[in-house]
């Protein structure tokens, strides 16, 4: 399998723009991960899914911020209108279930670096 | 609420010297705890995890990690380094019967030659 899958790998956009990123999970997995990195606040969750279906989405700054997860081989973190303080580094990540409630192996991917100017 | 600290931003180690990265945790539940790795300009892995069982975990490049339910804590433990344990360190925690895990800070290893 070729793991978790983010395009792009870099955007530089000017603010206000609309910013897409993509992620493809691992086959068969059932969970999907939003991820976002910063200096000053680390690594932060920003909403999770669950065949598809929106979990958790506490961690998702503000109105700007929105998810979707069509299939479960596609999902997409859209900013509109982006910000300069929404550069960082998003990760998506994908689990499978096992036979352990939670506890379960986030694989992760490559990350998307997003500039907003 | 969960939470994780990671008291150490930075610890530097000489080569083939052993290292001990600190982690507590928070949590009115039991809990699931996850050491990941990062390397430069990647996404995070697993290193090692504690879910039930013996309160030492290892994983397979030599690091191991100890759960002590009195001290909430899990600290990461190497006896000697190398240069490429050079990284970013996460511990994590996650309730049981929740995937969502809560991340501390992270520790940045630096092994000096």
């Known amino acids: 399998d070729a793991g978790v899958i983010q395009s792009p790998r870099h955007e530089v956009t000017e603010m206000g723009q609309e910013v897409t990123l993509r992620c493809k999970p691992i086959?068969?997995?059932?969970?999907l991960f939003w991820y976002r990195q910063t200096m000053m606040r680390g690594l932060e969750l920003l909403i999770y899914f669950n065949n598809n279906v929106p979990i958790d989405d506490s961690g998702m700054p503000e109105d700007r911020f929105s998810a979707k997860m069509p299939n479960a081989s596609f999902s997409t973190l859209k900013i509109q209108p982006s910000e300069p303080r929404d550069s960082a580094v998003y990760f998506c990540a994908s689990s499978p279930v096992t036979g352990t409630s939670g506890g379960n192996e986030q694989f992760f991917g490559p990350g998307t670096r997003l500039t907003v100017l | 609420a969960q939470s994780v600290t990671q008291l150490d931003s930075q610890v530097p180690v000489f080569e083939e010297a052993p290292v001990e990265l600190r982690c507590n945790y928070s949590s009115s539940v039991s809990v699931y705890l996850f050491w990941y790795v990062q390397y430069p300009n990647q996404g995070l892995q697993l290193l090692l995890k504690?879910?039930?069982?013996?309160?030492l975990v290892e994983s397979i490049n030599g690091f191991e990690a100890e759960f002590n339910k009195s001290q909430t804590s899990f600290h990461l433990r190497k006896p000697s380094v190398h240069i490429s344990d050079t990284a970013e360190y996460f511990c994590?925690?996650?309730?049981?019967?929740?995937?969502?895990?809560?991340f501390g800070t992270g520790t940045r290893l630096t092994i000096i030659p």
């Open positions: 994590a925690v996650s309730d049981f019967g929740n995937e969502k895990l809560t």
């Open positions: 086959s068969g997995h059932d969970y």
């Open positions: 504690y879910l039930s069982g013996s309160t």
